[in-house]
């Protein structure tokens, strides 16, 4: 059984500080998604990572992906109000292609304070 | 273009009762998801379509819930004599049918049995 696990669960930090997000799961998958979500709405799709080492960037955020170590971060840098959400990673098994239903973890609630 | 939809956005029934929560996938995406969401959690995963048929049902709790999607768009779940335990949020996804590709979410029916 596919298991994602996020770390932290919360967190409140500064703006203008840097911080890293950390999600792992449990066996073999070619796929993983992080996904934005605000209160009360539905999710945003921040990023694919398709291949081992694979590294994406949009403005402040860059997601990596280590399929060795089963291990995917979420990095902010210089973080600003707007970026205040609740992040999901989640995972699809292995599947040698095709679409397939994502597990997801319990989500890290951020809270950037002024 | 018009992105997922979902009907209706609320919903309250009574114990015992049934339901029927409906999704328009963005067009002409072939692959169609369904997730639950409960409060403070991640989206479970409850059933994935190609097409008109379900690929992969494995998420559904238990014979209560049913989903079809006849002409391989709109798709429909259906639950019936709804317990409590099923209040939840129940989002729809859909993507097009290649291992890259997003997953994009529909805004969500909020489902509260009485």
């Known amino acids: 059984e596919l298991k994602v696990e996020q770390n932290p669960l919360f967190l409140s930090m500064q703006e203008g500080k840097n911080y890293t997000i950390y999600c792992n799961y449990s066996t073999t998958s070619d796929r993983l998604y992080w996904y934005r979500q605000d209160p009360g709405k539905s999710l945003e799709s921040l990023f694919v990572?398709?291949?081992?080492?694979a590294v994406k960037q949009e403005g402040r955020l860059m997601a990596s992906l280590d399929t060795k170590a089963r291990l995917s971060t979420l990095h902010i840098t210089a973080a600003v109000h707007d970026l205040s959400a609740t992040y999901f990673c989640?995972?699809?098994?292995?599947?040698?292609?095709?679409?397939?239903?994502?597990?997801f973890g319990k989500g890290t609630h951020l809270i950037i304070q002024p | 273009g018009a992105g997922v939809s979902q009907t209706p956005s609320n919903k309250v029934t009574e114990k015992g009762k049934y339901v029927e929560l409906r999704c328009d996938p963005i067009?002409?995406?072939?692959?169609l998801y369904w997730y639950r969401q409960s409060l403070g959690q991640g989206p479970e995963f409850l059933i994935y379509f190609q097409g008109t048929g379900a690929a992969d049902d494995s998420g559904l709790p238990n014979d209560r819930f049913f989903a079809v999607r006849p002409e391989g768009s709109v798709s429909t779940l259906k639950i019936q004599r709804t317990e409590r335990g099923d209040s939840a949020v129940y989002l729809c996804?859909?993507?097009?049918?290649?291992?890259?590709?997003?997953?994009?979410f529909g805004p969500g029916t909020r489902l509260l049995v009485l």
């Open positions: 996804a859909s993507s097009l049918f290649r291992v890259s590709e997003t997953q994009y």
């Open positions: 990572l398709l291949s081992n080492g």
């Open positions: 067009s002409g995406h072939t692959a």
């Open positions: 989640a995972v699809a098994p292995y599947s040698g292609g095709g679409a397939d239903g994502l597990t």
